[in-house]
Nanobody, 123 residues
Framework: VQLQAFGGGLVQAGGSLRLSCDSS????????MGWFRQAPGKEREFIAG????????YGIDSVKGRFTISRDNAKNTVNLQMNSLKPGDTAIYYC?????????????????WGQGTLVTVSS
């Protein structure tokens, strides 16, 4: 399985971005897709995950109500709509996927990773 994330960029505080992640290869094996982010000097943190059936788990309290994860099973894509962005949201954002039937919260619970896309929020 190969993942490719795109949609990052530079945005002013209060703005919005929509990240997308395309998957290819043995996509039939993917059950869970998710998004993580990693800021400089910090650990990679779980933002949100979504199962094939549409169950969603959000990980970071600070993004709840501002970020929305969605998935298109037909296109094998996962999206992250980010609104009301803050400078603290600046990070490299990674999409991830796995064949596990549950939404993992830790990076080591995902076997497939995209290359990351940089999101920079200016104040």
């Amino acid at each position: 399985v190969q993942l490719q994330a795109f949609g990052g960029g530079l945005v002013q505080a209060g703005g919005s971005l929509r990240l997308s992640c395309d998957s290819s290869g043995r996509t039939y094996s993917i059950r869970v897709m998710g998004w993580f982010r990693q800021a400089p000097g910090k650990e990679r943190e779980f933002i949100a995950g979504i199962s094939r059936s549409g169950s969603i788990t959000y990980g970071i309290d600070s993004v709840k109500g501002r970020f929305t994860i969605s998935r298109d099973n037909a296109k094998n894509t996962v999206n992250l709509q980010m609104n009301s962005l803050k400078p603290g949201d600046t990070a490299i954002y990674y999409c991830a996927a796995d064949a596990r039937p549950w939404i993992g919260l830790a990076p080591n619970e995902y076997n497939y990773w995209g290359q990351g896309t940089l999101v920079t929020v200016s104040s």
